[in-house]
Structure formats: structure tokens, C-alpha cells
């Protein structure tokens, strides 16, 4: 927070904010963020995933304008627009290069000079499961951490590693596709072109197309949760599956990496404790001790906000990075 001296007895608070914007296969969130983490304004729309990348642009410039609308109303001047996306993104923060198989051609978009064009604010992004890691960093689960893992169950699965401090993204950004390692080798085709891959098979999407399989039905996360507390037969076989697959992918990562923690997020992991204890066995029966000695395996702080604080921290730490390490 900032303090500004006005004459001989006038001092008032002054603080920061920036705009920071989630961007997933299913929905895009949005919100206006004061350097301290403060939430004053925040909103979601749907994902126009399936129209292409021109679709997605106009979606994300409606989402800048509805927390430009905001912050002038309220006086105040963001600082620019952290974005958090699917796939790889550029070192320089600016273009999606790839790998983002949810949203219908989103390759190769030069997303932050198209919004800066429209929306007339700087603009920086970074992969969604790194803006998640930051946020869950700086404010959440991770605070105080050196050597983290971060994990988010979604629509896909992404991952971020915090190593010695920094956010660690292989070169050129192009590393920690943790939802696309093999945990069935004759498995079934994942739509990044491999088969048997952790996301196709221990994703929310994953989950939901199980318990379908199963049962002739169709139900949503939320849904599939809800019936097992009432002891359905066909949601509890879908989440032991989806534990099992998720469990040994976490346990493969741990076995890496030996991180303090494990942070997961995503909407499926706000299901409860009973969530984390089934999933905290299976890792156990799989991973090797000495790999996990020292690590904890937790539900993100943050919930469905830590992509949005992670995003506008970009912005709000700026060139920077000693504050938050390299991201």
C-alpha cells in the first residue's frame, strides 16, 4: 500500500489496482485487484470456446470493459490487464503459442496486442495454471513456500512448479504440461495428439464423461459429488477412477520434484475434506517415501479467485519479479 503527503496534515491511503482475468474452457472470470489482494469488483461470462480465437478476443474485451466501467465509476485507474490462459504462452508475456486444445484455435494469438488495441490498458498473460500457482503464492496456500507443485482439475488439468522461489516453466515456456503425462500407455486418444494422458482421464470433463459411460445419465461434478454422499454405486466407481488416475499422476510429480506442498485447485477440489483424504491415500500407496517426506498435499486457499489475483499480480508486480520470483 502506498501513502501520498498532502500539506502539513493531510495524509491519505493510496493503492493500486489492476484487472485480472481468468480465462478457461467453460468460463471466463474477471475482477478488479488492489495490490494487497483486495477483491472490489468481480464478475464471469461464458467461454465462447467452440467460435474461434476472434470470439474469444471480443469476450475478453468484454470482460475489461465491464472492470474498466467499474473502476471509473469508483475513480479509479488500473495499471493494465494480467491475463491467465490455456496453453503456452510467450516469455515475453505476450502471444499464446499453443496447447490450448479447449478453446477452438487458440494458437499462435498475439492476445496482448489485440486486448491492448481494443481495451487501450498494457496487457500481460501468462498460462492459467501459472496464474493460478502465483496467486495461491503470494496469497494463498503456498505463502512462505520455496518449492511447490500446483494443480488444477478443471475443464483440463494444469500444473505450475515454484523451484527455489521461482515459477519454473521449462524453456521457453514450454515445460510443466503435467495433465499430459502417461498414466495409461494403451489408453484412450487425448486431444493433444498423445493417448492415456492424466487430463483424459482424471479431469472434471474426464469425470463427467465417466460417470455418463457408467450409467447411461448425464450429470455435472457437482452433481456426481452429491450422489456419492447418498451412496450411488455409478458415482462412486467414477470418483475412485478419477482418484486413482489423479493420485498416481500427483505421486509421479512428487517423486520429481519432492515439493513442500501440493496445491490443488479447481472447482472439484472445493468438494470437501473427504476429497483430499481419498486422494491423500492413493498418492500415499504410490509414492515413495522418501520423495514425500516433507510434503503436504492441500486444497487451494483461493478457490475459483486464484486465477484472477494470480493474473492481475503480473501488472501489479510489473518487471519486478524479485517480489514473486520469475513467472
Known sequence: MDFAYLGRKSLIVMTEYAIGIDLGGTAI??????????????????TPATEGADAVISALASAVDACKAWAEA????????????????????????????????????????????????????????????????????????????????????????????????????????????????????????????LEHYASTSALVRRYAALSGTEADGRKIVSLYHKGDPVASQALSEHWMYLGHGIASVINIFAPEVVVVGGGISEAGDFYFERLRRVVGAQVMDVCAANTQIVPAELGNRAGCLGAASLILCDTNESAVGEF
Open 29 to 46: 472470470k474477471y475482477a478488479v485487484v488492489s495490490r494487497s489482494g483486495e477483491i472490489p469488483f468481480e464478475g464471469s461470462m461464458q
Open 74 to 197: 469508483s475513480a479509479i485507474t488500473p495499471l493494465g490487464v494480467g491475463i491467465g490462459t490455456p496453453g503456452i504462452v510467450s516469455p515475453d508475456r505476450r502471444k499464446v503459442v499453443g496447447g490450448a486444445e479447449n478453446i477452438e484455435g487458440w494458437e499462435n494469438v498475439d492476445i496482448a496486442s489485440k486486448l491492448e488495441k481494443r481495451c487501450g490498458l498494457r496487457v500481460a498473460a501468462s498460462n492459467d495454471a501459472n496464474a493460478m500457482a502465483i496467486g495461491e503464492w503470494i496469497f494463498g496456500a503456498a505463502r512462505g513456500v520455496q518449492d511447490a507443485l500446483f494443480i488444477t482439475v478443471g475443464t483440463g488439468i494444469g500444473s505450475a512448479a515454484l523451484i527455489n522461489g521461482q515459477m519454473w516453466r521449462g524453456h521457453e515456456g514450454r515445460g510443466m504440461e503435467v495433465g499430459h503425462m502417461t498414466v495409461k500407455c494403451d489408453g484412450e486418444d487425448c486431444s493433444c495428439g498423445g493417448r492415456g494422458c
